[in-house]
């Protein structure tokens, strides 16, 4: 449709609207005579909008995505009816139900293909994660105020790419190139101006030349986890002798398990406390006492620069005040740690065996290492395997079974010579090299 703009001389403000209603109606007749050339290989039926969780106000809604033939847009909404999130998926199936949503995401019949969008309630963008056929590829935060925070390019779970941190008023402070979740190339910090202030540059995760670039934001899994001077019998003493000040609590009339969450700065201090576990208001008045005069950590390094890090605290509450929780300790750096059976090798020559590289990988080329977090008890036997940094839901899957399968090993041991619950992590490499 072409329009001449020289025809707007001869109209006149009584006629603007109606010719303006005229425009817009013949612009909605050509783009659905677009849309429906496009045939889509799925049916979408049932219900297009209902929560997908019984008993919660959150409801999602289903589209055609009407630019693919074999794409459809789930939205979710805020409880009072904001846009929450917009996600992109390739159907695999013939027919879409909304109300098997959570089966399809299960036995991926549906996959996240595109962006996946995240919105505050005012209706800004909070993240976009880009997805192609299931696998992460990109992630982007923005600040309130629209403009970019973070970019992260992936490889599944694992950094792989460009990486940027950008200052609220836009201003770029860090960027640099990862490979593989390590380091690769020039780094650069810069001050809020554009000034560049550090600059650094690494092959193969390790500083070749320049100075140790380390961002400045809270890390879940340090290098070196931040620690309470003096170990764990120092800080047992410091809550007795804090909970002690403020009398027995009474009211308890058997142990409680209290798991928190601590943010702790780059100087030790603590910057905030937050519960994993549900706590009663008496365990919260109790906690705010103890904790009013914060105990000073060693902080979490990285590269042996001191950085903000998320630790976690498991605590007992009892009718003397609060004190450790040493029973479900799991150690990450026992006096002697766990050994498989045969030592390194034989672990490696196990995985090398055992390992089923998943058709499906190979046909999508797909590879790199899964990061497979589990704990070895006191008998050695493996449990709690999860995923700590994954590639493809494919090799992830496959991970996941071959340290399930892990044989009995020889348990770590603290300073006593006992033997103690020990975190283990194993990288799997999966390479059609």
Not at 37 to 52: E, P, Q, Y
Not at 122 to 141: N, W
Not at 385 to 401: F, T, W
Request: glycine share 6%; net charge neutral; proline share 5%.
């Amino acid at each position: 449709m072409t329009i001449h703009i020289s025809t707007f001389r001869f109209f006149n403000k009584k006629n603007y609207s109606s010719i303006l209603i005229i425009l817009i109606f013949l612009e909605l007749l050509t783009f659905n005579g677009f849309t429906q050339d496009i045939k889509h290989s799925f049916t979408i039926v049932g219900k297009t909008r209902k929560a997908l969780v019984v008993g919660l106000p959150q409801e999602s809604e289903v589209s055609y995505d009407l630019a693919s033939p074999d794409h459809l847009y789930v939205e979710t909404f805020y409880p009072e009816g904001s846009l929450r999130a917009r996600d992109r998926y390739m159907c695999l199936e013939k027919k879409f139900d909304l109300s098997q949503m959570i089966n399809y995401l299960f036995n991926k019949k549906i996959v996240l293909d595109g962006d996946q969008v995240g919105f505050r309630k005012d209706g800004t963008i909070e993240k976009k994660s880009t997805y192609k056929a299931g696998m992460l590829i990109q992630d982007i935060t923005h600040y309130s105020n629209g403009k970019e925070q973070l970019l992260v390019s992936r490889f599944g779970k694992t950094i792989d790419g460009e990486y940027k941190i950008w200052y609220e008023n836009g201003q770029l402070y860090f960027s640099g190139n990862y490979k593989e979740d390590l380091k690769d190339g020039e780094f650069r910090s810069f001050d809020p101006n554009g000034n560049l202030t550090r600059q650094g540059v690494y092959r193969d995760g390790k500083l070749i030349s320049g100075e140790a670039m380390v961002p400045d934001i809270l890390y879940d899994n340090p290098e070196e986890k931040a620690s309470y001077d003096g170990g764990d019998d120092t800080f047992n003493e410091y809550l007795k002798t804090r909970s002690a000040k403020f009398g027995k609590p009474v009211d308890i009339t058997e142990p409680k398990r209290i798991d928190l969450r601590l943010s702790i700065d780059k100087t030790g201090k603590i910057a905030q406390i937050e519960p994993i576990s549900e706590l009663s208001p008496l365990s919260i008045e109790l906690l705010n006492k103890v904790f009013e005069e914060p105990p000073l950590f060693n902080p979490a390094r990285v590269e042996n620069i001191p950085v903000a890090s998320i630790s976690n605290l498991y605590l007992i509450l009892s009718n003397q005040g609060f004190s450790l929780n040493t029973e479900d300790k799991v150690f990450t750096k026992p006096a002697k740690m766990p050994e498989f059976p045969g030592g390194q090798e034989a672990l490696r020559k196990y995985f090398e065996e055992n390992l089923k590289y998943p058709r499906e990988a190979q046909i999508e080329k797909i590879q790199g290492k899964v990061f497979v977090m589990f704990i070895i008890d006191e008998e050695g036997k493996v449990s709690n395997p999860k995923i700590i940094k994954g590639v493809h839901y494919h090799l992830d899957a496959e991970a996941m079974r071959l340290v399930k399968n892990l044989p009995t090993w020889n348990p770590g041991q603290n300073e006593e010579g006992n033997p103690v619950k020990v975190s283990f992590t194993v990288p799997i490499n999966f390479s059609l090299r």
